[in-house]
């Protein structure tokens, strides 16, 4: 017997794995993931089907709201067309502050706590309805002052026409798309890995082969990923204290302090990366000890490449290849590298896309006043805590002072920037050696 709908009792949970567009579209709003739990391979299958990525993935979703969702309430709306999925937009509410001034926000899962893109799932044959659709119910749920989309990743094709669908709302009284708010870089893969060398620059070419050549004379070898979760366990443990000690080593804490909660995150979300044939953890080792690992995860065409590790005396070329051979042997097409730029990805063959986001303000009195003065103060902070302190002076003193232990000093971001950060330019170029905000990839 099909599960139901819980709000429609004795309704088929619909389906996801064919295009229907014949039908009335019908929005189903969820407050719980558990609610949501019989939709999670539709979901899937419907993501995949319309080149969506990892970060739209039910499983990714509910780990990250389970993880960073306190304060905030959760509104799934699902969209379906007969017994087909049609749309997913993973949402929820959350009122921001910076003292007396406030602003009541609607944005979407994964947006923040880290440093990947997220993401929705509308099939093209309802681009046009489901926004309306959804627009209709957030309004019931109460007044909001933005909804934000984004960040959306370079390859979402889906981006400018939902962002004209969304202005074309009654519910909306302007729309903002940006097609290239800061770079985003993707690996489009050959079908062979000499195929993929050929394509590099000679230089490039030579550096890359030179690096093989030393890892064979120390006796070098690529690994094949963790067996099962204490394999998992112990790789996961390696990657951080390697990644921990590079970082430090230039007065910075490492993505796993810089983002609150992170790690256990990643842990959990490694773990059903694992049971559903998702993960791809790569290693390298020599007599034992690791030099190398990148941690990213498969997901249709593309393997997010979402965090590494390396010795110092190590080039990221070792860990990049080691993950590049192991994804085309899986028939992968795309490395997403996530936003950021970066010189060694470049040269490495990266191609730079433009990170995407849609910001909508209701046709509402005052909405665009309220965003603008948040977004004011935002600046401010951003400039004085993260820029200022966070990015600069605080790695400074850890450099020249690393006796000092004051817990201040070598705390991660706040959570309060965290959550307003989207307000404001908050990624910039790493040619200088700087990454996405708080990024220590």
Not at 27 to 45: G, I, T, V
Not at 102 to 129: F, K, Q, Y
Not at 300 to 324: N, Y
């Amino acid at each position: 017997m099909a599960p139901t709908d819980p709000q429609r009792p004795g309704s088929p949970v619909p389906r996801a794995d064919t295009t229907i567009t014949d039908g009335v579209l019908r929005m189903m709003r969820y407050a719980k993931f558990a609610d949501a739990q019989s939709l999670r391979e539709e979901w899937d299958a419907l993501v995949e089907r319309v080149d969506g990525d990892l970060f739209t993935s039910f499983d990714w979703c509910a780990t990250w709201w389970g993880h960073f969702g306190a304060g905030r309430q959760l509104e799934l709306h699902v969209g379906s067309v007969g017994d087909a999925l049609a749309a997913i937009f993973p949402l929820f509410r959350e009122t921001i502050r910076w003292g007396p001034l406030s602003l009541r926000v609607i944005r979407v899962l994964g947006c923040d706590h880290g440093v990947t893109t997220c993401n929705v799932a509308v099939d093209p044959a309802w681009m046009e309805d489901a926004p309306r659709k959804l627009l209709a119910a957030l309004e019931q749920g109460g007044p909001w002052d933005l909804l934000h989309l984004g960040e959306l990743p370079g390859y979402a094709p889906h981006a400018k026409p939902l962002a004209d669908a969304l202005a074309r709302c009654p519910q909306v009284g302007e729309v903002t798309f940006s097609n290239d708010d800061y770079p985003h870089m993707v690996f489009d893969l050959p079908e062979s890995y000499d195929n993929y060398l050929a394509g590099l620059s000679v230089k490039e070419r030579r550096n890359v082969r030179r690096d093989e050549r030393q890892l064979q004379q120390t006796g070098g070898v690529e690994g094949r990923g963790p067996a099962d979760r204490t394999d998992l366990g112990r790789a996961i443990d390696e990657l951080i204290a390697v990644h921990g000690e590079l970082w430090r080593a230039r007065g910075r804490m490492g993505h796993f302090v810089d983002w609150p909660g992170i790690e256990r995150f990643h842990r959990d979300m490694a773990g059903l990366l694992l049971k559903r044939g998702r993960l791809a953890l790569v290693d390298v080792r020599a007599d034992g000890a690791l030099l190398a690992a990148e941690y990213g995860a498969r997901f249709g065409r593309r393997v997010h490449w979402i965090i590494g590790a390396r010795r110092p005396e190590v080039t990221s070329r070792i860990g990049f290849c080691a993950l590049l051979r192991a994804a085309i042997r899986n028939g992968v097409r795309q490395i997403d590298a996530l936003p950021g730029s970066y010189d060694y990805k470049r040269r490495l063959g990266a191609t730079v896309l433009g990170v995407k986001t849609i910001s909508v303000l209701p046709r509402r009195r005052l909405a665009r006043t309220r965003r603008d003065l948040f977004r004011a103060a935002t600046r401010l902070g951003s400039l004085l805590y993260h820029r200022l302190w966070f990015w600069h002076l605080a790695p400074w003193i850890r450099l020249r002072m690393p006796s000092l232990r004051w817990s201040w000093l070598h705390r991660g971001l706040w959570r309060r920037f965290i959550r307003a950060r989207f307000l404001v330019a908050a990624r910039h170029s790493s040619d200088g050696g700087n990454g996405a905000v708080g990024d220590s990839g």
